[in-house]
């Protein structure tokens, strides 16, 4: 039924995101007009809440008002009322009902709960249909078959605080997309509830093998899809089986197994690890990957690009959990106009400035005012103004400004001096660092990872027991845990040397820095090249057999 139903999913869902497109085309050539009507939608849905009141916000406030009054605000200034906003109060943000909170790493708490209200969605939507629309355009591949959107498992110890939505990337949409999604998807959404992260893994590739008329695969990290994909060589002889059987080889699944023979005729006839002749004789029809591809993710989205040539690649635009900021949109990252109000504080100034003042060049961080009752809530993204489309800005991704972010772990300063504060023992052991790793510790393995530089005696069996101290710390936080549990992240190591100070001056050289500049920091720039070479000689691994997904 839902082959047959598909051609018309794919027709209802390319002609409504044509017509949210031709809306947002239209704002390309009034961003100022399209802003201030926004922000004067986003001031109804705060009228007569709690927040509105204590700001004293009203309908019709204009834009510089609205400047004036709003103190630029972080996740610790609206923490307590979205705890109270959870816990069944009303009108405390928004005056919106708000049955969904999405999670995400906070600074310095395992999980910050991001409300998704109706007019949130809606913001959120008003940047989706643009970007599809430009999809269904650009790549015609896509216009049929199978689309593969996210889902990521979810932990076990979350799962009584989430709905069962929650993960899924599709349940951002509309219904009427959502329902047009529903038969499109490869992928039954059950797989994020599996017992484990590796059974879940598991049965995303199996049914992921089962469509060989997959056309477009969406992720975060390039990093979840390269670890997915290995999964074709580790797993061979038993995704073959469950293939040919249509039944699981393993205990506890919850859901039914596909069966797909001509998958699992591919699969016993190769041999070695995954490469792009194998990816094109199992997915033919695969005409778009994307994922982020920028900054930390820069490397492995070249990797990702390179197992599977016979597919376009396309960078994410910037999202949040908190919000989107700009999309793909006619080749560049369009400012996603029509969704949230915007403001950017220039970086070499700190002056802000609405989205229709920002000039090309300009590096900037962005202000998000939202549906679901952020008010210039600050993300800590470097931004490079580009080009206009009419006079819309597009926005290219520098990097973040503080926090961390290799595989979408997102770990800030103040999560990695609370996890460094569990290993120091005075005149023992002085934590000075933790420092990340894109290209890993082990080079062999060419996982990314996290390395706690400590001062003191080098001791194995204490740094191993420290490691697993900083392993805990640190998979307290809600996306590191999820990053370890697929597999994206090798596991954290602990160096300690007398001259820890001394080898953190070291790295910041070898970086480029000047010497007498160099600023002990407890969470480190990402460390590559010569300085990563330099720390691999001199570290003393822990051998503790890290995990894949086995």
């Not at 790549?139 to 939505?165: C, E, F, K, M």
């Not at 979840?224 to 039944?247: I, K, Q």
Request: net charge neutral; proline share 6%.
């Amino acid at each position: 039924m839902k082959q047959r139903l598909r051609p018309l999913a794919h027709q209802a869902a390319r002609a409504v995101c044509t017509f949210g497109a031709r809306r947002f085309e239209a704002a390309l050539g009034d961003v100022e007009g399209t802003q201030r009507a926004v922000l004067a939608a986003q001031l109804l849905r705060y009228a007569g809440s709690e927040q509105a009141g204590a700001l004293g916000l009203r309908p019709g406030l204009r834009a510089e008002e609205f400047r004036d009054r709003v103190p630029e605000h972080a996740w610790s200034d609206v923490a307590d009322m979205v705890r109270r906003q959870r816990a069944g109060q009303t009108r405390v943000l928004t005056h919106e009902p708000c049955a969904r909170y999405q999670p995400t790493s906070g600074s310095s708490s395992r999980v910050k709960w991001v409300p998704y209200t109706p007019g949130f969605l809606s913001d959120l939507d008003a940047a989706v249909t643009p970007w599809v629309a430009d999809l269904y355009q650009s790549v015609p591949g896509v216009r049929t078959g199978q689309h593969y959107w996210s889902l990521s498992w979810i932990p076990t110890d979350l799962r009584a605080d989430t709905p069962d939505n929650i993960n899924d990337d599709t349940q951002l949409l509309s219904w009427e997309k959502r329902a047009a999604a529903a038969l499109m998807a490869p992928v039954p959404r059950w797989v994020a509830y599996a017992q484990s992260s590796e059974d879940s893994l598991f049965a995303t590739l199996a049914w992921l093998l089962a469509a060989d008329d997959l056309s477009l695969v969406s992720v975060w990290s390039p990093t979840f899809a390269l670890n997915l994909f290995e999964g074709l060589s580790l797993h061979r002889d038993e995704l073959a089986t469950t293939l040919e059987r249509g039944r699981w080889q393993r205990p506890g699944m919850p859901g039914a197994a596909p069966k797909a023979l001509r998958a699992a005729h591919i699969l016993r006839r190769s041999s070695g690890p995954a490469d792009p002749a194998l990816m094109k004789a199992l997915w033919p029809r695969l005409s778009l990957v994307s994922a982020w591809d920028t900054s930390s993710s820069a490397r492995w989205a070249e990797r990702l690009q390179q197992l599977i040539p016979h597919a376009r690649f396309q960078g994410k635009g910037l999202w949040a959990t908190e919000g989107v900021v700009t999309i793909p949109y006619r080749g560049v990252h369009m400012l996603a106009s029509r969704s949230h109000f915007y403001e950017f504080v220039d970086l070499d100034t700190e002056r802000t400035h609405f989205a229709w003042e920002l000039r090309e060049g300009q590096e900037v961080r962005p202000l998000l005012t939202t549906g679901a009752g952020l008010l210039r809530y600050a993300l800590r993204d470097r931004l490079r103004v580009g080009q206009r489309l009419g006079n819309t800005p597009s926005l290219v991704f520098v990097g973040r400004m503080d926090d961390t972010d290799m595989v979408g772990e997102k770990l800030s300063p103040d999560a990695a001096q609370r996890v460094l504060g569990m290993l120091e023992s005075p005149g023992d052991c002085q934590p000075v660092s933790l420092i990340p790793l894109p290209n890993g510790l082990d080079e062999s393995r060419e996982r990314p990872c996290y390395v706690a530089l400590c001062e003191g005696e080098s001791n194995p069996n204490q740094d191993s027991l420290r490691a697993e101290a900083l392993e805990r710390g640190l998979r307290e936080f809600f996306h590191y845990e999820l990053a370890r549990d697929l597999g994206q992240l090798a596991e954290a190591r602990v160096v300690t040397t007398p001259n820890a100070r001394a080898l953190y001056e070291e790295l910041g050289v070898l970086r480029g820095m000047v010497q007498g500049n160099i600023k002990v920091e407890p969470l480190s720039a990402c460390i590559e090249g010569a300085a990563a070479a330099h720390l691999r000689h001199v570290a003393r691994p822990v051998a503790r057999g890290d995990q894949s997904w086995t």
